[in-house]
């Protein structure tokens, strides 16, 4: 079993910048690929950004290319999310997933672990 606790997200304007942490407990969490999804009130649950087991593979979504950054601590056990240029379209629950295969795969039917999440708003 894996345990995630996102933290970091918060009320931000256009243009501002926002940090999101979680944090991993549990067994194999070196050996799990991570991500980042993101899921606002009526819409299906969305790609952000993953990263590989070892850290050196980033897969993103075509929405956050340039804004965004996924990084891994593996000594923490924790997984980053620096978001930069946020929008008002960027506001959602943002929640980090895990899954036994290394490579950040896209879909959250690939994921086997959840956290529950931290919310972002973005204000115009």
């Known amino acids: 079993q894996v345990q995630l606790v996102e933290s970091g997200g918060g009320m931000v304007q256009a243009g501002g910048s926002l940090r999101l942490s979680c944090a991993a407990s549990?067994?194999?969490?070196?050996?799990?690929?991570m991500a980042w999804f993101r899921q606002a009130p009526g819409k299906e649950r969305e790609f952000v950004a993953g990263?590989?087991?070892?850290?050196?593979?980033?897969n993103y979504a075509d929405s956050m290319k340039g804004r965004c950054t996924i990084s891994r601590d593996s000594a923490k056990n924790t997984v980053y999310l620096q978001m930069n240029s946020l929008k008002p379209e960027d506001t959602a629950a943002y929640l980090c997933?895990?899954?036994?295969?290394?490579?950040?795969?896209?879909?959250?039917?690939?994921?086997?672990?959840w956290g529950r999440g931290t919310q972002v708003s973005v204000s115009s």
């Open positions: 549990g067994r194999t969490f070196s050996t799990n690929a």
């Open positions: 990263i590989s087991r070892s850290g050196t593979s980033t």
């Open positions: 997933a895990a899954r036994s295969n290394w490579w950040p795969a896209g879909s959250p039917n690939d994921y086997d672990y």
